[in-house]
């Protein structure tokens, strides 16, 4: 601690989001979350700094012990001329070993998949808030969408009476 200065107050840190993962929202049942930490080269940062990056396609993998961020994709940082990264390299992420632990012997036992949901930065730290999923049927998307459109249609007959 520099003196000077207290402990940090983690709480209000601003928060600015970067990027979504919707279809994950669609595709899974999200059953428990928890927020990481994401292990980034300095023109990663640049470029989410921009915006630039999906996480459509990417999933969170469970090897020796750690966690690894595995096709999300950070686009190449226009004015870094030949000390460029690779778009859609792994990423390590970054959380606490028992936490990690837990998380992994879930996956291993019940079949479940860890997906990124959220990738923003708090304060000056770029954070990525995974989910611990069960993959949906295709019949249970129809059931939501149907469900979700009901309630719509109820909500606009309550207006115009």
């Not at 520099?2 to 979504?20: F, K, L, W």
């Not at 966690?67 to 792994?90: C, K, M, T, Y």
């Not at 808030?129 to 309550?158: M, T, Y």
């Amino acid at each position: 601690m520099s003196p000077g200065r207290g402990p940090v107050n983690h709480s209000e840190r601003p928060i600015q989001p970067i990027a979504e993962n919707r279809r994950a929202r669609r595709d899974y049942e999200i059953l428990d979350r928890m927020e990481v930490g994401i292990s980034l080269l300095g023109t990663e940062v640049k470029t989410l700094r921009e915006g630039k990056v999906s996480l459509a396609e990417s999933f969170v993998k469970f090897q020796d012990g750690e966690l690894w961020l595995e096709g999300a994709h950070i686009e190449e940082f226009v004015q870094a001329a030949g000390a460029n990264h690779d778009p859609i390299r792994s990423r390590k992420l970054l959380a606490r070993k028992r936490e990690i632990a837990r998380w992994g012997q879930k996956t291993k036992e019940k079949g479940l998949t860890m997906i990124p949901l959220n990738l923003y930065f708090s304060g000056r730290h770029a954070k990525l808030e995974i989910g611990l999923c069960r993959g949906r049927k295709r019949h249970d998307k129809r059931q939501r969408v149907r469900d979700r459109e009901d309630r719509r249609a109820i909500r606009g007959a309550g207006r115009r009476s």
